[in-house]
């Protein structure tokens, strides 16, 4: 190591509404040293994710902020793992980390690039995975609506729903993604939120109706695709990010009138839920990514301390695919 100098960027005031730059600061520390039991990472790649905001809402001021990040081993003092390896764990927003043996899992290297153990094959793509085909249950000839569409999660949802023979819709905030999930990963129609009257849209793209609803954001975009229900539908809340940001909620349960009409299901999902099942998951995810049947698309920002930035950017939907932190090089 050719200094003992650890960067960190921590939490220096909680935000109201969304976060800005002036919220985090990166400060200095000394790198630590694993105790017993315990394995020293250098962080690669560092995941941001749309539910770290509700962890700055809950997590102290000054902490380190939370996030997963895949590294290379520097120092094992844990059986079982050695210099050079590469794990995943909950490191967080800084260059150096310990993990220990309930928080370092390795990194499979066979199943693709390492990055994806962050994305298409880790949490993000488990939850397409399991949110998909264990809550909404597709099948084939099901029209599917997915919404933040070219999103980590969103963009796998409509392709495991093509694998299954579904009928599939994307909704998503430009018409560079709309045209991306569209005509590179196959999905039969895109709507532009930003550009278009969603209820008009779903009229013409979903002329059935919506027999599984894969809801990614909440708020005004849920509101229009509830009104299109069809009999015994299935909707997963998967995220709400167009809420994260707001103090109160915006609004009432005006949707109990859609789902008391269509006798629908409606299911909160996270997935920590499935523990037991991520291998099969995280298996079955590479062997379509390496068909080519599932693609992926990584939105990579250069240089820890772009962090704040590059996250501010998510929650208002700057990002176009997973959204990675190069912390160092491979
Ligand atoms: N339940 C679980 O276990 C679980 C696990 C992972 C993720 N999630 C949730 O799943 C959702 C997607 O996560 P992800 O990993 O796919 O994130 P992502 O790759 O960063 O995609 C998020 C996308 O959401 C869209 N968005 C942002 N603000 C919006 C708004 N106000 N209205 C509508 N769309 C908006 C943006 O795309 P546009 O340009 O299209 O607006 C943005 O790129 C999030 O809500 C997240 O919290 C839940």
Known sequence: MP????????????????????DFDLIETPIPTPEFGQVLIKSLWMSLDPYMRGRITSSPVGDVIESEAVGRVMESRLEGFKAGDIVRGRIGWQEYGLLDVTSAFPVNRDYGPISTSVGVLGMPGLTAYFGLLDV???????????SAASGAVGAVVGQIAKIGGCRVVGIAGSDEKVSYIVDELGFDAGINY???????????????????????VGGPITEAVLAHLAMYSRTVICGRISEYNEAEPSMG??????????????????VNQYPQQFEEGRAQLARWVKSGQIKYREDIVEGFENSPKAFIGQLGGANFGKLLIKVSDE
Request: with cysteine; charged share 30%; glycine share 6%.
């Open 136 to 146: 909404c249950e597709p099948k084939p000839g099901d029209t599917v609506v997915v």
């Open 194 to 216: 930003k550009t278009q009257d969603v209820d008009r849209a779903l009229s013409v793209a979903a002329p059935d109706g919506v027999d599984c609803y894969f809801d990614n």
């Open 253 to 270: 349960p005006r949707i109990l009138r859609y789902l008391h009409s269509t006798r629908s299901r409606i299911q909160g999902f996270t």
């Open 3 to 22: 200094e003992n100098v650890n960067r960190q960027i921590i939490l220096k005031s909680r935000p109201a509404g969304m976060p800005k730059e002036s």
